[in-house]
């Protein structure tokens, strides 16, 4: 490294340190990059260009506009009644219904903190009327606020099949192959979880109700509007019938009509408010993304990742050892970064370098998302933790404590969706 | 990220502020307007009448670039972008807040220096009188990309201005 790029490498790196946001630190690197290689300053424009050039982005605005109003509207009180009914004569039936619903609805907005804010706001008093203990629900709550990113449709997976598909790979990274093979290992999580919270649950009479059916038709007839969108949205893309951005489009008109026009639960008046909020997080990645475009062509330019591998492959000869350095690395990565930024700023470092050791990009993503969705709640910076101490008016501390179990849990979880990659590759491949 | 209310404590009267957000939050909201009733209205006459309109497609994807950089504008009024921050949550004032004002100012002169390459790249754009899509020419795609990188970096000036005087311009999440 020239005396001159450590420089650039160093200011930006005390920038971020500093608090500057990562947009800037990534464009700085990118101007700083482009100006030593003697490349006019121009290309980074060009590269933050290519976001209008990338049809699939199309569908990241409307999913994310689609959970903010669903999230906005009554729609998860519907769901929890409506999973509570169906599931809550199961002994730790409410704890399940939590899980359930959290994974259901982070899947469409994308585990922004709103599935804590819209969520756990209803399960966190139910939970702890029913007999749970205030510390396994708030870990509940918490921990759930991030399952459900490795199921369709959620933003994350989609981000992570954009930026794979930017790097000119030998294998095809389809983001319908990402939608199945992040289903099992998904679903591992979820029942891992619910085994934890049937046996916490196991000595609550309170817990289990009788399945009552005139209360299960009721509420599946209150949810009648929302209950054809996950089919609809689902079906369509497993089942292969309708492209991404038209599965987006469909979702963000069909919440638009049932919450805004029919049942009205939105004020017009009050949507454009919703509506900015929404993109204020849309245009956080976006943003992100588009100059790391640019700084990603100069990694790639300079051989970075390849010579990383070389590197890497003095050290760690086989694929199983570089998995477990992979996973720590990651752990620590997701308790320093969000999951958006640690996708565009590390997947095309990381899948070159994996794709060196055999692994399949496809398990390598699902892997990076499992991680990061620990990285959530990790101490010290987890984003959910500060969500959930805000939304329950608890300390940070409290929060760390709760989420424990949970974390170790789903570590292990992590760790099978690691050492086992049939289970992310089994049904794409 | 902070996905609650923007918590910026404007400075001053802020009359032409306001206006400056109304202009912005008008355009967002009508850009995403568009996105959504234009992709709805491509699936109808995709599935319903099989055509098509031929530039809707581009325009969708030109509406991805605006819409990010729109929200993104609306994302630094808060200073809601996404920021590492283990550092400077845990100092104490004294030393925060000119740490801060620092990397406001860093921010600023980052986005000063893309949106100076931004314009460069209009005025070429315009110099090649490309098109984007039906008759809209590329340089007025690209435009928006020096607009917001100039508004996001005079938010972060003016951020980096209350820091260094002592206050807190926004309050972060959890904060």
């Known amino acids: 490294m020239s005396a001159a790029s450590a420089t650039v490498t160093l200011a930006v790196l005390l920038a971020a340190l500093a608090g500057a946001p990562l947009f800037a630190v990534i464009g700085a690197s990118a101007l700083a990059g482009f100006w030593l290689a003697g490349i006019d300053g121009q290309a980074a424009i060009i590269e933050i260009y290519r976001l209008a050039d990338t049809p699939v982005l199309v569908a990241i605005p409307l999913f994310t506009l689609a959970g903010y109003v669903l999230g906005e509207s009554r729609a998860p009180q519907r769901l929890v009644r409506l999973t509570d009914a169906l599931l809550g004569w199961l002994s730790g039936g409410l704890a399940i219904v939590a899980l359930a619903a959290c994974a259901l609805f982070t899947a469409f907005t994308g585990a922004s903190g709103i599935t804590i804010v819209a969520l756990g706001a209803l399960l966190y008093p139910a939970l702890k009327t029913a007999g749970y203990g205030d510390r396994f629900s708030l870990g509940l709550v918490t921990s759930s606020g991030s399952l459900g990113i490795l199921f369709a449709p959620s933003v994350p997976l989609i981000l992570y099949g954009v930026v794979a598909q930017q790097l000119d790979l030998p294998v095809r990274v389809g983001i319908d192959e990402l939608f199945l093979a992040g289903l099992l290992p998904g679903l591992l999580m979820l029942v891992i979880l619910s085994a934890y919270s049937m046996w916490q649950g196991r000595s609550l009479a ?11 038709l009721a509420a599946l007839r209150d949810a009648a509007w929302e209950l054809p969108l996950p089919a609809l949205v689902l079906g369509g893309i497993y089942g292969g019938v309708i492209a991404l951005s038209e599965a987006a489009a469909l979702a963000a008109v069909y919440v638009l009509v049932v919450e805004v026009a029919i049942r ?68 620590v990565l997701g308790m320093m970064l969000d999951i958006f930024s640690a996708l565009v700023i590390m997947v095309p470092i990381l899948l070159p370098i994996a794709i060196g050791y055999g692994i399949d990009p496809l398990h390598l993503g699902i892997i990076f998302l499992a991680n990061m969705q620990i990285g959530y709640f990790t101490p010290p910076v987890g984003m959910n933790l500060f969500i959930a101490s805000f939304r329950f008016d608890k300390p940070v501390m409290t929060l760390y404590r709760a989420t424990l179990p949970f974390f170790a849990l789903l570590l292990f979880a992590v760790l099978i969706i690691t050492y086992v990659p049939a289970l992310s590759l089994w049904l794409p491949r | 990220m902070n996905t609650g209310s923007s918590m910026a404590a404007e400075e001053g009267d802020g009359r032409a502020l306001r206006l400056l957000h109304g202009v912005e939050d008008g355009l967002l909201v009508a850009a995403v307007a568009a996105m959504v009733g234009l992709a709805g209205l491509q699936i109808v006459l995709r599935n319903g009448f099989g055509t098509g309109i031929f530039w809707i497609e581009p325009l969708l994807r030109a509406l991805v670039l605006w819409i990010g ?42 986005c000063a220096a893309l949106a100076w390459q931004g314009a460069r790249y209009v005025m070429l754009e315009y110099g090649f009188s490309g098109t984007a899509f039906a008759s ?28 260094l005087r002592g206050r807190e311009p926004f309050r972060g999440p959890g904060e």
């Open chain 2, 136 to 163: 809209v020419p590329t340089w007025a795609v690209v435009t928006i990309i020096p607009l917001a990188f100039s508004l996001i970096g005079l938010r972060y000036a003016l951020f980096a201005a209350i820091f």
């Open chain 1, 264 to 331: 009205r639960e939105i004020a017009l008046t009050d949507l454009p408010r919703v509506l900015v909020q929404a993109m204020q997080l849309v245009g956080a990645i976006l943003i992100i993304l588009g100059v790391s475009l640019a700084s990603t062509n100069i990694l790639i330019d300079a051989r970075v990742p390849s010579r990383l591998f070389e590197a890497i492959q003095g050290i760690i000869d086989n694929r199983w050892t570089f998995l477990i350095a992979l996973n720590v690395f990651l752990l």
């Open chain 2, 69 to 110: 950089m729109l929200g993104a504008v609306s994302a630094s009024r808060g200073g809601q972008h996404i920021t590492i921050d283990v550092l400077t949550r845990a100092l104490p004032p004294r030393w925060r807040l000119p740490l801060r004002a620092a990397a406001c100012a860093f921010t600023a002169v980052v």
């Open chain 1, 206 to 216: 309170r817990a289990r109700t009788a399945f009552d059916r005139r209360e299960a």
